[in-house]
């Protein structure tokens, strides 16, 4: 897509409709999971049995996993993935703890004896989802679950589908996860009847939270959709996606692996390149083309750099490709330039801005410390990655003495007024100290 001639005139030019993505209907979806969420409502359990046995094509033996088989998995590990597992914890925690918590609650005192405090209060119970499609995430776990632990949250459940290959149980991994982590209320559900689960409950086996947070396909995203206002959910994830803003001095084979990587998620995942440089923009191909080839989801990631969400866009220079990637908001950005941090700051819309030829996204899927749980869709414009604060809840506590309050009633009541409520206006009024004149009349009446 060539774009070196947009935006010259004087009319504005919508970057972000020039590059598309990837087709992604979840109002569609929602009235395909809405009877499955009103069966799991009303039938509980056993219609989370039928659903397994329908969609993942396993009888459960257990919806919830037992300890006794968290604590296996976990046993089990290899080492060097069990060293791997907590690395990533201990950087995510890190990063959670020094840069993302606030438990701070300022007061101010706005007037003699009038005081507004802001308390951060931490979400009571989350349930947390955790795909098992085309790759068992994993990592996942760790990016709901530690920000969850330092918000405070007190109850946390996890949910997985259950795998065939597996008796019916999650993958090993998540397992084995939740219980390094401490997390033992994990449930062998998948899709949306796990979302529904968790914001219903299902008496005798699971209380309904008060949070549900955590990536799935487009049906998760549909109950989550569904049943939003029932119970909080962090975002509506769409596919995944990458932009790379790069220069002629970024190494096209480092940009095409980044590219591929980001296509490896789903057929629907979008790679986009946006580079001044044309001689950089055909390597990139070139490179992308061989790398692809090579790779053991070939097919997945033939289909996704081919789709319509995915490609290069040639632009005249990184100004321009500034404007791009801005209007885009993508998911994931890397920016791979000379003077490479210069640039990322000058970024207002991305989920996560990697910097350098060093940054790669895999970094940050794993083990970088950051969150992978990113706005899509170009909801980076509006909406930030799930980190501690996603658990927590801002709550202003208000406490006026009489004083305080008598100094404003006028002001207040005068408000009310203005706005035809007079009850409202009331409220004051009744709390004025009373004349003489005042008690005579109420001995009257």
Not at 271 to 280: F, G, I, N, P, R
């Amino acid at each position: 897509m060539d774009l070196t001639g947009a935006g010259l005139g004087s009319e504005p030019f919508d970057y972000r409709a020039a590059v598309p993505r990837a087709a992604f209907d979840v109002e569609h979806a929602v009235e395909k999971v809405r009877p499955i969420c009103d069966a799991v409502a009303s039938e509980g359990a056993a219609a989370l049995v039928r659903f397994a046995e329908q969609f993942d094509k396993v009888t459960p033996k257990h919806l919830r996993v037992p300890a006794e088989v968290l604590a296996q998995c976990a046993e089990q590990l290899d080492p060097k993935l069990r060293a791997a597992f907590e690395e990533s914890i201990t950087r995510r925690r890190q990063v959670c703890e020094l840069a993302e918590k606030e438990t701070s609650s300022p007061s101010v005192t706005v007037a003699q004896g009038a005081t507004v405090t802001q308390r951060i209060i931490p979400v009571h119970r989350v349930g947390l989802y955790v795909p098992g499609g085309l790759a068992p995430l994993a990592s996942s776990v760790i990016m709901n679950v530690v920000p969850a632990q330092v918000a405070g949250v007190s109850s946390i459940a996890v949910t997985s589908p259950p795998q065939a290959e597996f008796d019916g149980l999650p993958h090993p991994n998540i397992l084995a996860l939740c219980h390094i982590l401490g997390v033992d209320e994990v449930y062998a559900v998948g899709g949306a009847q796990a979302i529904a689960m968790f914001a219903h409950g299902v008496p005798g086996l699971c209380e309904r939270v008060d949070m549900v947070t955590g990536p799935g396909n487009i049906y998760v995203v549909a109950a989550k959709r569904l049943m939003r206002g029932t119970v909080g959910i962090d975002s509506e994830a769409g596919p995944t996606e990458i932009m790379i803003l790069a220069d002629e001095t970024a190494n096209p084979e480092h940009v095409a692996a980044d590219l591929i990587s980001q296509a490896e998620h789903d057929p629907m995942a979008g790679s986009v390149l946006v580079t001044d440089s044309a001689e950089l923009a055909d390597a990139v191909q070139r490179a992308t083309a061989r790398q692809a080839a090579a790779t053991r989801h070939a097919e997945r990631v033939h289909t996704a750099l081919t789709g319509e969400q995915s490609g290069i866009v040639l632009v005249r220079d990184l100004q321009q490709g500034l404007l791009v990637c801005d209007a885009y908001a993508a998911e994931h950005l890397e920016v791979q330039t000379r003077d490479a941090e210069q640039w990322a700051a000058r970024v207002r819309n991305a989920g996560a801005i990697f910097v350098g030829g060093w940054s790669p996204v895999s970094l940050g899927d794993y083990s970088a410390g950051s969150t992978h749980v990113l706005p899509t869709a170009g909801c980076a414009c509006h909406s930030s990655g799930l980190s501690v604060r996603s658990f927590m809840k801002a709550v202003h506590v208000i406490n006026y003495n009489q004083e305080a309050l008598m100094e404003l009633a006028d002001s207040v009541e005068t408000f009310a007024l203005a706005e035809n409520l007079p009850g409202h206006a009331n409220a004051i009024t009744v709390r004025r100290p009373k004349t003489s004149q005042d008690q005579d009349q109420e001995a009257q009446a």
